[in-house]
């Protein structure tokens, strides 16, 4: 099993910049890739960004540029660097581990982040 701790949500205006933690403990051996998704009111949950195992990324077109994902040597801690934020930004953040194991995915509790206009 993992678990998913995820940090760092908070308010900020536009423009701004938050920072996002996530601390994975437990079968981190078995993680092939760590990402962040979000989720707006009424909206579905969408990929923000993704790392593998080997180090490689994907972003959504929506925050190319403006966000950067990464993780330490471990891998047991990834981070989201989010820059210019805007108010559609706005959503929970949430952690995700993809597995070489079954269960094949974990979550985090998810975070909440706020930008105002």
């Known amino acids: 099993q993992v678990q998913l701790v995820e940090s760092g949500g908070g308010l900020v205006q536009a423009g701004g910049s938050l920072r996002l933690s996530c601390a994975a403990s437990?079968?981190?051996?078995?993680?092939?890739?760590m990402g962040w998704y979000r989720q707006a009111p009424g909206k579905q949950r969408e990929l923000v960004a993704i790392i593998t195992r080997g180090g490689s990324t994907d972003y959504a077109d929506s925050v190319k540029g403006r966000f950067t994902i990464s993780r330490d040597n471990a891998g047991a801690m990834v981070d989201l660097q989010m820059n210019s934020l805007k108010p559609e930004d706005t959503a929970v953040y949430y952690c995700n581990a993809e597995m070489n194991s079954i269960p094949p995915t974990y979550w985090g509790q998810g975070t909440q982040v706020t930008v105002s206009s």
């Open positions: 437990g079968s981190i051996v078995n993680i092939n890739a």
